[in-house]
């Protein structure tokens, strides 16, 4: 706390109360209830200390960066340099400490982030998606063909969909799964371009003798997906028959073209109609 009457190279920063800045620009100068004009004390930002919140904390000498980073002290504040496998403010997130990559791969650290390397029969960004895998997108269903190496001596009966109640079947050499793609779990994701639907393979609880207890672990991630815009072309051979008219005269032609849904012509497809769009 100070007062009016100080003495020293801070005299005219004190007696110059709150509405002066006295705390500097790095600080909040706080009034004192004590009596006095001029009584105050400083609430310094972070990174700033002393008794006018004039010096600058060096952070660095505290150990803020970790994991082996390079830190650089400035004004109010620092900087972290991670080491390759490592990021964060402080450099305190280890990128591959637990493993992003499935089914066994492994995590090796880049200077961009990390990589996964993964299995055989295995790929993707974390390994995640099984190479052999076939899935075949009809109208309404997703339909999974696993080989059944992917799955070990796991029976089929023990894979599921999002929904436990959807399950698998299979025979020596595949273990198939569908769903319809607005059931079983699935998820929808509606981007710009594309519909895609979602659902994810996994095996569930094997219970021996009350405890929860897993074969084999399996996760397979499964997607359609689906164009937004679909352009549908056409050829139209007209009529090659010559129309002769008969009657003689002067005035305006009409002529009409119209498009039918079916070979019925019961339905008329109108201009509203165009473009055709999924939703």
């Not at 007062?3 to 006295?22: I, L, R």
């Not at 964060?88 to 390397?117: K, W, Y």
């Not at 793609?181 to 929808?188: K, V, Y």
Request: hydrophobic share 30%; charged share 15%.
């Amino acid at each position: 706390m100070h007062n009016c009457n100080p003495v020293g190279e801070n005299a005219g920063a004190v007696c110059s109360n709150c509405a002066s800045a006295s705390c500097n620009s790095n600080g909040a100068c706080v009034t004192s209830r004590s009596p006095g004009p001029g009584n105050f004390t400083c609430s310094c930002a972070v990174g700033w200390a002393g008794e006018f919140c004039q010096e600058d904390v060096d952070e660095c000498e505290l150990g803020a960066c970790r994991n082996g980073a390079t830190c650089t002290n400035t004004g109010g504040g620092y900087t972290c340099s991670c080491p390759v496998g490592f990021s964060g403010i402080n450099c305190q997130t280890n990128l591959c400490a637990p493993s992003p990559c499935q089914h066994d791969g492994m995590c090796v650290p880049e200077s961009q982030g990390f990589r996964c390397v993964c299995q055989q029969g295995w790929e993707g960004t974390h390994c995640g998606t099984a190479s052999g895998v076939v899935t075949t997108c009809t109208k309404n269903l997703m339909k999974i063909a696993i080989p059944r190496g992917y799955v070990g001596g796991l029976p089929a009966g023990y894979l599921q969909l999002r929904d436990p109640s959807c399950n698998a079947t299979g025979n020596d050499t595949f273990v198939f799964i569908s769903t319809p793609l607005r059931g079983c779990g699935t998820r929808r994701l509606v981007t710009s371009d594309d519909i895609i639907y979602t659902n994810v393979i996994t095996n569930r609880r094997v219970y021996i003798r009350g405890i929860a207890t897993r074969i084999q672990s399996v996760r397979i991630t499964v997607q359609c997906r689906y164009p937004r815009v679909v352009q549908a072309k056409f050829k139209y051979q007209p009529d090659s028959r010559v129309i002769e008219f008969r009657d003689s005269g002067t005035g305006r032609l009409g002529f009409e073209m119209r498009l039918y849904a079916t070979s019925a012509f019961r339905r008329v497809y109108d201009q509203g109609m165009f473009p055709i769009r999924a939703v």
